[in-house]
């Protein structure tokens, strides 16, 4: 037996024991593992991976008919910083570039000294916080990029501590422009729209939330998508800028003069029904104008005169009157049933007799209720109808938040006595909302069409068109051909010769209506606390082929109060700057038989002259200017041709540039080796060195221009 063989059995056990011991150990400690200690294990693990975090999409734009952005989300930023983060060599970092940091932070948010910043940073470096605000403000996504760049700001936020907080806020790029009708959100952007556009196409522009997670994974934490978000898509008004701007300045400009209450101008497409401009102000407690509600949509008040329009085309299409039926307006004032109706004259005798063309247009309140009376009082309902056949009173639907329908009385409802009939055709009795008014003049312009007012006309996904909005027909016809003529020729006349002339232009016709109304108190009467009024003028222009309708609507305080003067001057602002802006005139018939259409031509190169006449339609002989490189010559024109003449140029020898355009000029002369010295703008009116002359390379040559 070899030496220590006995020794190696025991030895052998003891290992195979000692191993026997360890795999049981480790499979009883698995087994406690799974099953003792599974619970906390799991909670260990889920620690590795953070809750579903929803993402908000971006919400989609508002732009208007033009492509300007009027709303569309930006972020903005909360900086913070940990000053525990990135350890030593952070701190380090942080004190070796504390002077470039602060010096930069003042220079991108400037309300705020580069000493001031040093003092806060190096109070946050004490305190050791690990989330200390650096600016109380919240700063813009370019102000965030720039502080993203300064040293140690620069590095990750676990290196270098610098950390941000977004959020994302909805920005109007022209401010208060239009702010009623686009509407407002919430601060907290999650809770959605107020009110406006941003609520009624809040489903379109919101998008889809979405869904991620974070999951540590090598010490790293990774976003994994679960669902992307889809953004909102964006929405096209039908508002324009321009349009918008010169409403709101002139009536702003108004309604400061005559210290008003509130104003309103709205401005339509007649065709397609696209308000063009929607103004709601309203004076604030500092005695300024803003947009505090759409008022066009919401504010339901009398319409006063503006109604007389619709009276009388009730009783021309049932055939009672014509336009030069008379009525006996005696003095300015008679009796209804008991009630005093007065003209805005009655105390200078009135008009006496005249005709339904002169009681609209000085607004004869006991001509247009003289003949709604005697036509209608025994069948009210009649008239009534009448009304609803224009669809005056139809509801649009518009989908705004507070948006109110016309009520119009009939004779079965309660409060309809003897005198309603009357008050009612003279705009009393009856509560229409401002786009109403002007949807029925704008259907008077549009050749008896009543079309949906529009504020949206389609729906975009970056950039393309993927839904539009068609014009919306609300009444095919709302009176005869007949009855549309002949209101068409006296709403010209109001303007041209009657109350509204204030309204109008010297530069096209408009047509429309005033009107001048006292506005109820409720049940305290017309007269408590001092009577208000409500002065307004409704029409559309050019009256020939209508473009634009449009309303002004103004509740001043006190008298004296007048449609034509105080609404009817704003109308007329609007109007021939919209009509400077976007109506222009053919150019042919701006010709006349002295007219030259054909352009004043320099000499020169007389090939490229030839061909720009050529692209512009315009008779000349420079078809045969052919070759490479310029030709020389002289142009003359008359009223309808060019002629052009080749001049022969020597190498050797000064050529003659008078009446060239510097442009040609120079080229000619440095080709020949001179330099050019040029004083004066427009052609070439002299040399100083004579035509036909000698001359040596690299001498100069002055040349005066002149117009």
Known sequence: MAPGQKDILPRFTIIL??????????????????????????????????????????????????????????????????????????????????????????????DRSAEAFRKHILQGRRKKSRNYLLYPKRISYIEYKQVKELPVFNLSKYKGGFHELAFNQRKKPFGSLAMRTLGDMYPDMAQGAKNGLELTYDSILRGTDGITHRQKVMNKYLNIVDKPAVDGYDIITTIDVGIQDIAEKALVDQLKDLNAVWGVAIVMDVATGDVKANVNMTRGGDGNYYEMKNLAVSNLMEPGSTFKTASIMVALEDK???????????????????????????????????????????????????????????????????????????????????????RILGPKERYFAKTTLPWMSIGYETQIPPIYILNFYNAIANNGVMVKPKFVKAIAKDGDIVEEYPTEVVNPKICSDTTLTQIRTILQKVVSEGLAKPAGSKQFNVSGKTGTAQISQGAAGYKSGGVKYMVSFCGYFPSEAPKYSCLVQIEIPHGPASGGLQAGSVFSRIAERVYAKHLYRDLAHAKDSTAILVPDIKNGDIKEAAYVLQALNVSNNGSSLKGEGPIWGKAQTSANYATFEKVKKSKSLIPNVRGMGAKDAVYLLESMGLKVHLTGVGRVTAQNMTPGSSFKKGQTITLTLNH
């Open 17 to 110: 024991f000692v191993m026997a011991l360890m795999a049981i150990a480790v499979i009883a400690k698995a087994g406690f593992i799974m099953f003792a200690e599974r619970g906390y294990w799991e909670e260990v693990a889920d620690r590795f991976v953070k809750e579903n975090v929803v993402v908000h999409p971006n919400r989609g734009n508002i732009i208007s008919s033009d492509g300007k952005l009027m709303a569309s989300s930006l972020p903005e930023y909360k900086i913070y910083m940990d000053f525990l983060a990135g350890g030593k060599e952070k701190d380090s970092l942080l004190m070796a570039h504390l002077t470039e940091i602060c010096e930069g932070l003042h220079q991108i948010l400037p």
């Open 320 to 406: 009672y009157i014509t336009p030069d039926y008379e009525v006996d307006t005696q003095s300015g004032i008679v009796n209804m049933h008991g009630s005093w109706m007065r003209d805005w004259n009655w105390h200078r005798g009135g008009y006496g007799k005249i005709d339904v063309t002169r009681i609209l247009e000085v607004s004869s309140n006991v001509g247009v209720s003289s003949i709604i009376d005697k036509f209608y009082r025994d069948n009210p309902q009649k008239f009534v109808d009448g009304l609803r056949r224009m669809s005056i009173d139809k509801p649009l639907n518009l989908g705004f938040v507070g948006e109110a329908s016309p």
